[in-house]
Each structure stands twice: as C-alpha cells, then as structure tokens.
T-cell receptor, first 115, second 115 residues
C-alpha cells in the first residue's frame, strides 16, 4: 500500500452517464495529481493541485472536471465521455519540499471502460 | 522537447537470471531520476530515486545506475523472480524555476519472468 487509495477500482459507463472517481491520500502531502494511462503510452499528466489550488491543466477536454476540496481528497468528475477515454486513471500525491521533492506516490488506479 | 526513451520495449527471461533495463533521457537540467515498477492493472510503485549527483542506488535485488554526462540510466535486476514480471518505468524530474511538478515518463519495459 502506498498510502493513496482510489475508488472505484473498475468502472464501466455509457457515453451519456455521469460518474466520479475519488482519490484520497493518507500521507500528509500537499500536491495531488490525475494521470491517464493508455496502452503502450507514457503516463499523461491531466491535472495538478497544490494546496487545493489547480496549478496545471494539461489541455484536458472539459468532459473531465477535477475537484480538490482539501489537500487529502481529489475527485475527477466524468460526463459525456468517448470510447477513446477508456484507460487506467491514476491518482498520485507528493510533498513539495526537500531533495527528493516531487517524489510521487501513486494509487492503484481506476480502470475505466466507456461503451 | 524533454524525452525519456526506454529499451528494450519488452523482455522475457528465465527465473533466476539477471537482466538490465536501459533508459536514455534528454531532460536537462534535471533534478532526479526514478524507476517505478508497475504490476498489471496497478499503480506504479517507486523502486529507486537518484539525484543528479548520485550514480548508483540499490533496493534489494534492484540496482539503478545513473550517468548524468551521457544522460543514461539502467536498472539491473538480480536473480529474477516470477513476481518481478511487470512494467518498469523510468521517470525524470526536471529542475524548474519556482518549483513545479512536471515529470517526464518513459513508455516502460515490459518484463516477463518465466519458469
């Protein structure tokens, strides 16, 4: 266990559904991230939050909407997704201090399938 | 453009054998380099992390090396076990003025250990 949990672990949704992914970190970190991992591609950074403020939006379509109510919780709200959005969605957290700053700890991921 | 390239793309070895995975990067200047292990359907887990001034780091049967002059790193696995079957991802963190969270990920080497 890395101290980062994600729910649900698996999600199947239609293109007209609305769903949310949840991430929680128990490490006292102050930065949280959403990544998308598609087959045979490097992890793609989607969003970054530092101290609850969004500091990075990597040109992500508006059908993905992040929310960070506090430093320990991160959500990804999904609506009107496309089949090509099917992927493993990973949450990570890090502490932005020290020599090994930005060492990110990943959750187990949510395997999303869009029908 | 910052890039991280890994080789080989995939590798099959017999249990008990050693293997070496390669990582070449163009990220410059860089802060640190990490190797992650990712089991199928799971999030990446950190194996080693090295700053630019370190040239080797061990974690059990895993030993990472770094040559900052040639911008190359390797991950050596000794006496492989079936549980080593996973994707191994090289990740480089740049030095960004004012801090920052951007990492550059490789596509990974898929390792399979067989009996």
């Amino acid at each position: 266990e890395t101290g980062v949990t994600q729910t649900p672990r698996h999600l199947v949704m239609g293109m007209t559904n609305k769903k949310s992914l949840k991430c929680e970190q128990h490490l006292g970190h102050n930065a949280m991230y959403w990544y998308k991992q598609s087959a045979k591609k490097p992890l793609e950074l989607m969003f970054v939050y530092n101290f609850k403020e969004q500091t990075e939006n990597n040109s992500v379509p508006s059908r993905f909407s992040p929310e960070c109510p506090n430093s320990s919780h991160l959500f990804l709200h999904l609506h009107t997704l496309q089949p090509e959005d099917s992927a493993l969605y990973l949450c990570a957290s890090s502490q932005e201090r020290g020599v090994y700053y930005n060492e990110q700890f990943f959750g187990p991921g949510t395997r999303l399938t869009v029908l | 453009k910052n890039q991280v390239e890994q080789s080989p793309q995939s590798l099959i070895i017999l249990e008990g054998k050693n293997c070496t995975l390669q990582c070449n990067y163009t990220v410059s200047p860089f802060s640190n380099l990490r190797w992650y292990k990712q089991d199928t359907g799971r999030g990446p887990v950190s194996l080693t992390i090295m700053t630019f001034s370190e040239n080797t780091k061990s974690n059990g049967r895993y030993t990472a090396t770094l040559d900052a002059d040639t911008k190359q790193s390797s991950l050596h696995i000794t006496a492989s076990q079936l549980s080593d079957s996973a994707s191994y991802i090289c990740v480089v963190s740049p030095i960004l003025t004012g801090g920052g969270n951007k990492l550059t990920f490789g596509t990974g080497t898929q390792l399979k250990v067989e009996l």
